[in-house]
């Protein structure tokens, strides 16, 4: 990223932008088009919803959590109607409910599904193959548009065969980059679906993107400091290979575990399936505070967790541990967290620490040739 800033006109970085595309299409797994904003991920939450809908449309949203909160506020707020399916924050997304949802939705007003594929605030991964299951039994024509900002390349994914028409994603989490990329990875039911759409947000509009990118250039100044950066983050990927990425973070988020289960702390999210390989949001025991402890350890041991989000604000603390992380950085962070709580006088049992050490070990050993 530190590379000269460089004409976005010029030959050299249409060839830039090529490239970048088709990797992403593999780190998407699509073979429809990814669009990339200079945004954050809500920019690309607005992007893919004004895209897609006209004001007044219906949409379909599960509460696993803060983020699919807010994103149904947003959804709200540029004018259309959330049916909104509630839960509380310790479960993924119920297909079930999705599935009755629609079946009940008989006139066909709902047009689109959204979800979280996991959720960053309390470290939930919902199955989208069983959201999908449930859109298709319910034999229901709405589009399904997914959240991967903190799932993709760290948990799989694979968006045509998950036949997710959008997935919406950001720069500052599995791809290791800093924040300032939003992507909306299309596929061609959505990018024929959004022709119709009556929204006026013309920066936003895929139409003009698609069209430009076809030669490596945008219709704008596009973040280009940030693609020599996501150039090299998805090189990393697919230079690890994207199943080993995968298996790597779910190795990491094993041993997090090993530890959390080790120290006595409650999982945020209550069904193992839908433990989070990205991150662990942790309860802290009755009476005492998740961010003064989160403030010792940032004080004393220069190590930033994750704060309680919403209504899990000063209850949960979270680790994470995505993106460009391996076995001794976590155990470094796992060290941190035992660590600060024994400075902050926080009941636990001790041994989280050499508990996940040896489970990495044995699983080392098991691998070893
Ligand atoms: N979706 C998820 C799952 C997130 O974790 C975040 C941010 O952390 C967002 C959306 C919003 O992205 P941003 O803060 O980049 O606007």
Redesign the pocket.
């Known amino acids: 990223m530190n590379h000269p800033t460089m004409d976005h006109r010029g030959p050299e970085f249409g060839d830039i932008t090529t490239d970048i595309l088709a990797k992403s299409k593999q780190l998407f797994q699509t073979s429809g088009d990814v669009i990339i904003y200079p945004?954050?991920?809500?920019?690309?939450?607005e992007a893919a919803l004004t895209n897609l809908f006209n004001p007044g449309d219906k949409i379909l949203a599960f509460e696993t959590g803060y983020?699919a909160l807010?994103?149904k506020n947003l959804a709200q707020k540029i004018g259309l109607e959330v049916e909104w399916l509630k839960s509380d924050w310790r479960h993924g997304v119920d297909p079930n409910q999705i599935e009755s949802a629609l079946k009940n939705d008989q006139v066909k007003a709902i047009k689109g599904v959204m979800v979280?594929?996991?959720?960053?605030?309390n470290g939930i991964t919902s199955d989208l193959r069983s959201i999908r299951q449930a859109i298709d039994n319910a034999n229901h024509p709405s589009l399904f548009l997914a959240?991967v900002?903190?799932s993709l390349g760290t948990t799989a994914f694979n968006q045509d065969k998950l036949g997710v028409d959008v997935a919406?994603c950001?720069s500052?989490?599995g791809l290791m980059m800093p924040?300032g990329l939003?992507f909306n990875a299309i596929n061609e039911k959505a990018l024929n679906y959004s022709k119709n759409s009556k929204f006026s947000q013309p920066y936003w509009k895929w139409d003009r993107i698609i069209e430009m990118n076809k030669t490596g250039y945008y219709p704008y100044t596009p973040a280009s400091g940030l693609f020599f950066g996501l150039n090299e983050a998805l090189d990393m990927i697919l230079e690890e290979g994207l199943d080993q990425v995968i298996e790597r973070h779910r190795i990491l988020g094993e041993a997090c575990r090993v530890a959390t289960d080790t120290w006595g702390l409650d999982n945020q999210c209550l069904n193992s399936s839908e433990y989070s390989d990205s991150t662990t949001a942790l309860i802290m025991p009755e009476g005492h505070n998740a961010d003064e402890l989160r403030k010792t350890i940032y004080n004393e041991l220069n190590m930033s967790l994750g704060t309680g989000l919403g209504q899990l604000k000063s209850k949960v603390f979270r680790i994470g541990h995505l993106g460009d992380m391996n076995e001794l950085m976590l155990m470094g962070t796992l060290s941190g967290v035992e660590m600060g709580m024994q400075m902050a006088d926080v009941p636990f049992n001790k041994g989280g620490v050499q508990a996940a050490l040896n489970f990495l070990a044995e699983n080392n050993k098991a691998n070893m040739s």
């Open positions: 945004s954050s991920g809500t920019g690309a939450w983020f807010l994103w979280i594929h996991n959720e960053t605030c959240d900002v903190s919406i950001a500052q989490k924040p939003g």
